[in-house]
């Protein structure tokens, strides 16, 4: 299992309570996508297995690769472990659109029997946002008469779409991005054929959250970067540099670089308003607050993604001094 990176704090918080033996039942990870919180969740899980067999040396959530209950899970045949995600569907790509209710009560069979390997029965779910709302409604079952050493870890990247009393059944742990130094540990671990410039690069890029970062390898994001610049900068008054940026980005082979533009141009805003003040703050606000519902309609909706691309791009050129006299 790779190394967990950062989030030191929330570590802590699951030792001391398994350490002290007054692990709460039910853990909920939040936090942005890519930080790492379902690596965090797998890796408790397996901490708190392999405790459970006896005392455990290494540090942190870390269990040696040869230990019993490592073996077991990395095989993914751990008799006291069950993980709830989406199923891949019969064409063997695709993923289902939810955890269905009947993954939920397949839980049965793990409370049905005692424990094998240890005192402990652990149930990761990954997302819990996936959950379809019968699924949850059976879950809750579970949060509000838990069995004895029983434990659920839930990942939700967006826990305000959850049931109240699931959060509320819950210990929140909410994982932050990591830092500059935490990032380039993370990449390195991850990436160890990255030259230091792209790992430098690809921090930057991920913003603090390491799958962001590995999702944007390959996507010359740099580029896009530039062009953002370029636009925000210069206003592009004669629409001439969005108009290149949407015709490239409506190709069908540059979705992943359309989706990656998508996910930073709002970010890109958000960092030109947190140098201003006044009412080039308010301004830049009301720019950012316009490209992330732009993103998120794109994606939702299918946009057409040349008319997307430039429709941002002039969001972006409002950030230009020159436009702002214009």
């Known amino acids: 299992m790779r190394a967990l990176f950062g989030h030191d704090e929330s570590v802590a918080a699951l030792r001391e309570g398994l350490d002290s033996g007054r692990l709460h039942h039910a853990w909920l990870i939040t936090g942005p996508r890519g930080i790492g919180k379902s690596l965090f969740a797998h ?6 297995l392999a405790q ?11 269990v040696r690769e040869g230990h019993p209950a490592a073996r077991l899970v990395a095989a993914g045949s751990h008799p006291d472990l ?36 240890s005192p402990w029965r652990v149930v990761v779910i990954d997302a819990a ?15 509000e008469e838990p069995r004895p050493s029983s434990l659920f870890l839930l990942v939700s990247h967006a826990p305000e779409r959850l049931l109240p009393t699931i959060r509320s059944r819950c210990r929140l742990l909410r994982l932050a991005t990591l830092g500059e130094a935490d ?13 230091p410039p792209e790992i430098t690069a690809l921090a930057e890029a991920g913003e603090g959250a390491p799958g962001k970062a590995i999702a944007h390898r390959g996507l010359d994001v740099s580029s896009l970067d530039s062009a953002m610049r370029r636009i925000a900068e210069g206003g592009d008054p004669t629409n001439q540099h969005r108009s290149e940026l949407a015709q490239s980005l409506a190709l069908k082979s540059a979705q992943p670089r359309y989706e990656a533009f998508l996910a930073r141009a709002p970010s890109f805003i958000a960092a030109a308003a947190r140098r201003r003040r006044g009412g080039q703050l308010a301004e830049a606000v009301r720019l950012w607050e316009q490209a992330s519902t732009l993103a998120t309609v794109a994606v939702r909706q299918s946009l057409d993604a040349q008319a997307t691309v430039f429709e941002m791009g002039t969001l972006l050129a409002g950030l230009s001094d020159r436009t702002a006299k214009a």
């Open 183 to 195: 990032m380039q540990k993370a990449l390195q671990s991850a990436l160890p054929d990255a030259a």
């Open 52 to 62: 459970g067999q006896g005392p455990v040396q290494e540090a942190g959530l870390d």
């Open 129 to 143: 946002d996936d959950l379809e709302p019968g699924g949850a409604n059976a879950l809750l079952k579970s949060l």
């Open 82 to 117: 069950m993980q709830l995600e989406r199923l891949t569907k019969e064409n063997g790509t695709d993923l289902a659109r939810s955890i269905t209710v009947a993954q939920v009560r397949g839980l049965q069979r793990l409370f049905a029997t005692t424990s094998s390997y």
């Open 43 to 48: 890796k408790a899980a397996l901490r708190v």
